[in-house]
């Protein structure tokens, strides 16, 4: 067998495996957030119209997907933007690519706020930006640019005060703007309870890869929103060892192979967006801002 026919063999089963994994890694990647249910769809009428076409050898039909197959490519950019930006920020923290920046944020100053808000019961939306930059916000907010500090943080949320409504964006250790309006999450099995500040949170996480922490203002609990999913009633020790290992520990510090492993293997399975502390499956979360 000479190198020509080992080619034929082989190259085949390559770009069987090269285009397998990039449709499995898309659709895990999108499983879950707003636009699954657009890819479900489109799949499916997509599919069931060439089976009819095939089927019924309907030559136009057969010709019109044929043409139109170009501009498929434009219109998954437009639909999935928000998606394809945070799969490409995330494929840019490859140790391959990656510079020698890391974002470090203050994570005692964030235990410590969210510590003395929880306790007064004072609701807090506060996101911590990483590499995608929040443009969308920071239009909507007012700037500040300061310290992040406990005592700025509590001054900013204190009850009517003119710019306790809505979010804060922190970025190297700095308060970037405050009053900011997060993206509210769209998902259709968000239980009818959650409240605002909770469907911001998520829905900046959904289109984002920032960390937002979210204090109730009801029943003083917090939580947090990373990659599209919530979790709900966790303690000051368990979001400081997130915090920790979330940011303090990023993907860049791992191997190809693990940031490989952690793409395709250990990233959040689908399932109820929002987690209770006790885990129990189809559990009616806590109402609250």
Same mark, same amino acid.
């Not at 067998?1 to 190259?11: C, D, E, F, K, V």
């Given at each position: 067998?000479?190198?020509?026919?080992?080619?034929?063999?082989?190259?085949p089963?390559?770009?069987?495996?090269?285009?397998?994994?990039?449709?499995?890694?898309?659709?895990?990647?999108?499983?879950?957030?707003?636009?699954?249910?657009?890819?479900?769809?489109?799949?499916?009428? !997509?599919?069931?119209?060439? !089976?009819?076409?095939?089927?019924?050898?309907?030559?136009?039909?057969?010709?019109?997907?044929? /043409?139109?197959?170009?501009?498929?490519?434009?219109?998954?950019?437009?639909?999935?933007?928000?998606?394809l930006?945070?799969?490409?920020?995330?494929?840019?923290?490859?140790?391959?690519?990656?510079?020698?920046?890391?974002?470090?944020a203050?994570?005692?100053?964030?235990?410590?706020?969210?510590?003395?808000?929880?306790?007064?019961?004072?609701?807090a939306?506060?996101?911590?930006?990483?590499?995608?930059?929040?443009?969308?916000?920071?239009?909507?907010?007012?700037?500040?640019?300061?310290?992040?500090?406990?005592?700025?943080?509590?001054?900013?949320?204190?009850?009517?005060?003119?710019?306790?409504?809505?979010?804060?964006?922190?970025?190297?250790?700095?308060? /970037?703007?405050?009053?900011?309006?997060?993206?509210?999450?769209?998902?259709?099995?968000?239980?009818?309870?959650?409240?605002?500040?909770?469907?911001?949170? =998520?829905?900046?996480?959904?289109?984002?890869?920032?960390?937002?922490? #979210?204090?109730?203002?009801?029943?003083?609990? #917090?939580?947090?929103?990373?990659?599209?999913?919530?979790v709900? +009633?966790?303690?000051?020790?368990? =979001?400081?060892?997130?915090?920790?290992?979330?940011?303090?520990?990023?993907?860049?510090?791992?191997?190809?192979?693990?940031?490989?492993?952690?793409?395709?293997?250990?990233?959040?399975?689908?399932?109820?967006?929002?987690?209770?502390?006790?885990?129990?499956?189809? +559990?009616t979360?806590p109402?609250?801002?």
């Open positions: 067998m000479n190198w020509t026919q080992g080619q034929g063999i082989w190259r089963g390559l770009e069987i495996l090269i285009l397998a994994v990039v449709i499995y890694g898309a659709l895990r990647f999108v499983r879950g957030t707003r636009g699954w249910p657009v890819v479900t769809g489109f799949i499916v009428a !997509l599919v069931a119209l060439a !089976l009819v076409t095939y089927a019924l050898d309907l030559q136009v039909v057969r010709w019109l997907l044929g /043409t139109f197959s170009a501009f498929l490519a434009v219109a998954v950019l437009v639909i999935f933007q928000p998606e930006r945070r799969m490409l920020a995330e494929l840019g923290n490859l140790p391959l690519f990656a510079t020698a920046h890391e974002q470090r203050d994570i005692e100053v964030i235990i410590q706020t969210v510590e003395r808000l929880a306790d007064v019961r004072i609701g939306l506060i996101a911590l930006e990483q590499s995608i930059q929040l443009e969308e916000a920071v239009e909507s907010g007012i700037v500040v640019d300061c310290e992040a500090t406990a005592e700025m943080l509590e001054t900013i949320f204190f009850p009517n005060n003119a710019i306790h409504d809505g979010g804060v964006l922190i970025k190297g250790g700095r308060i /970037t703007h405050a009053a900011c309006i997060f993206p509210l999450s769209q998902r259709p099995d968000l239980h009818k309870s959650l409240g605002t500040r909770h469907r911001a949170a =998520l829905g900046l996480s959904e289109e984002t890869d920032a960390l937002v922490v #979210v204090i109730s203002e009801e029943t003083g609990a #917090v939580s947090y929103a990373y990659k599209g999913q919530l709900r +009633a966790v303690t000051l020790g368990e =979001l400081r060892a997130f915090l920790t290992e979330t940011l303090i520990h990023p993907v860049q510090a791992r191997g190809a192979l693990a940031w490989l492993r952690a793409w395709f293997v250990e990233r959040p399975k689908p399932g109820p967006v929002v987690v209770t502390r006790a885990g129990a499956a189809g +559990a979360p109402s609250g801002k």
